[in-house]
């Protein structure tokens, strides 16, 4: 198996392993092919920095990884540590080969880890460049953005479509103060209410993709998500709400 040869190699060489986790028929997969991993930048950076190994995650011997990384979507990009564990995970395909390398670079240092980052923030420090780094590593980990993302704009919050951008691209939790004022205030915003509602939509249907693709679950936060949906005026309330008790049905099924 490919990826047990390279952890061997890996203990030769004394490298991080990084893993490009595809299938045959993804298109995004192959857009990476074509546009990032055949740019030599890319290539000397992490033929020098890494072992890289390419993973077909629909053949025989590759399906328990699938399972073992809760990937569950295409492409997904691993960065191992020497003992197997996972440094950083990364969900669907870069757009250049710089940002493609600074990715490579980050997995390169231990301060920007899950667990550091999430350590400095739970010690108190706020700084802008660090809470949007650091809401972007939770994404790539489908962990849950909502305090971090409340952080961030604890000192700017008003009715703004950089405000309401920022949550479609960022804000993945339930338990966040932002979303509350974004339904309480979407009157106030500069397109209007319908607008307004379309994004507090897509913000519903995020946090519905983490709590019930990603594997991030919890019934708290689940009621509360069902709860901010009632309140939040939306035509289609009755929808998203049949949606989530779908999906919630199926969590309940596997956990027994």
């Given at each position: 198996?490919?990826?047990?040869?390279?952890?061997?190699?890996?203990?030769?060489?004394?490298?991080?392993?990084?893993?490009?986790?595809?299938?045959?028929?993804?298109?995004?997969?192959?857009?990476?092919?074509?546009?990032?991993?055949?740019?030599?930048?890319?290539?000397?950076?992490?033929?020098?920095?890494?072992?890289?190994?390419?993973?077909?995650?629909?053949?025989?011997?590759?399906?328990?990884?699938?399972?073992?990384?809760?990937?569950?979507?295409?492409?997904?990009?691993?960065?191992?540590?020497?003992?197997?564990?996972?440094?950083?995970?990364?969900?669907?395909?870069?757009?250049?080969?710089?940002?493609?390398?600074?990715?490579?670079?980050?997995?390169?240092?231990?301060?920007?880890?899950?667990?550091?980052?999430?350590?400095?923030?739970?010690?108190?420090?706020?700084?802008?460049?660090?809470?949007?780094?650091?809401?972007?590593?939770?994404?790539?980990?489908?962990?849950?953005?909502?305090?971090?993302?409340?952080?961030?704009?604890?000192?700017?919050?008003?009715?703004?479509?950089?405000?309401?951008?920022?949550?479609?691209?960022?804000?993945?939790?339930?338990?966040?103060?932002?979303?509350?004022?974004?339904i309480t205030e979407k009157a106030s915003f500069p397109n209007g209410v319908t607008v307004t509602d379309i994004s507090i939509q897509r913000i519903f249907r995020?946090?519905?993709?983490?709590?019930?693709?990603?594997?991030?679950?919890?019934?708290?936060?689940?009621?509360?998500?069902?709860?901010?949906?009632?309140?939040?005026?939306?035509?289609?309330?009755?929808?998203?709400?049949?949606?989530?008790?779908?999906?919630?049905?199926?969590?309940?099924?596997?956990?027994?």
């Amino acid at each position: 198996m490919a990826f047990r040869k390279s952890l061997r190699k890996q203990k030769l060489e004394n490298k991080l392993i990084f893993v490009d986790a595809y299938t045959t028929w993804c298109l995004p997969c192959k857009i990476m092919d074509q546009r990032v991993f055949s740019q030599p930048e890319v290539g000397t950076f992490y033929n020098e920095n890494f072992i890289n190994v390419k993973l077909d995650m629909e053949k025989r011997g590759n399906l328990d990884l699938v399972s073992q990384w809760n990937i569950f979507g295409f492409p997904t990009f691993l960065f191992l540590h020497p003992n197997g564990d996972i440094i950083h995970k990364i969900i669907g395909a870069e757009s250049s080969k710089e940002k493609f390398i600074e990715l490579g670079k980050r997995a390169l240092n231990p301060e920007m880890g899950l667990n550091v980052m999430s350590l400095k923030f739970n010690s108190g420090y706020k700084e802008k460049n660090f809470l949007e780094v650091y809401i972007n590593i939770l994404k790539r980990w489908e962990k849950n953005t909502a305090q971090a993302f409340d952080s961030l704009w604890a000192n700017s919050l008003a009715p703004s479509n950089e405000l309401l951008l920022s949550a479609e691209r960022n804000l993945n939790g339930a338990n966040s103060l932002v979303l509350d004022y974004i339904i309480t205030e979407k009157a106030s915003f500069p397109n209007g209410v319908t607008v307004t509602d379309i994004s507090i939509q897509r913000i519903f249907r995020k946090i519905a993709q983490r709590l019930f693709v990603a594997k991030d679950y919890s019934d708290g936060e689940y009621l509360i998500l069902c709860q901010k949906i009632k309140r939040s005026g939306l035509r289609d309330t009755s929808i998203l709400l049949s949606e989530l008790e779908i999906l919630h049905t199926k969590i309940l099924k596997k956990s027994n």
